[in-house]
């Protein structure tokens, strides 16, 4: 947060959420619907990269999207980019901006992204027991981090966690048959 706490300190960080560069004030920097109801984030801050955007969405000759960082603007200007995301869908604007220096990703889903191509090539995920989840992080070249173990089933540690705080097993045994457990 010092970051954000410094913006502020410099006025450049408004309380209302949702009117600041990073919390989806800034048209540039922020989540769009696509045509297909898929999500894609655009982070274009930077001017080349926002030029960029602008070029690669169709964008380039409107002239009310020069002044990037007119705060005042912003509201419309959310507008416009909108409206050229949602003429695309998700993959559609794949094709036209992944790679590129746009500063763009598509918004993946808990079940697409073990499968996006970027996770997989960093192996961002394993599977456990037949149950995929985020491979532990960091990851160091030396002293690799094992992985993680089996998901608990919910409850698998009730004996032993009231035990420590206390409860001896006829208690136990009364919070189950009442319910509780």
Known sequence: MSMFYGFAAAGIWQPPRGTNLLDGGAHFYDC???????????G?????????LREKLGLEGDKNLDAQMDRKNWPELKKTIAT??????????????LGSDACYAPVLSMKDAPHHPHNKARQAFVEVDGVVQPAP?????HTPT???GPVR????????VLSDWGFDDKEIAQLVDAGAL
Not at 32 to 42: F, H, M, P, R
Not at 137 to 141: D, G, L, T
């Open 84 to 97: 050229a995301v949602k003429q695309k869908t998700r993959a559609e604007l794949d094709a036209l901006l």
């Open 153 to 160: 089933k919910t409850g698998a540690d009730n004996d032993e």
């Open 146 to 148: 094992p992985p993680p």
């Open 137 to 141: 992080a960091p990851r160091f070249s």
């Open 44 to 52: 274009a801050i930077e001017p080349q990269f926002y030029a960029l």
């Open 32 to 42: 769009y619907e696509t045509k297909d109801g898929e999500y894609v984030a655009l």
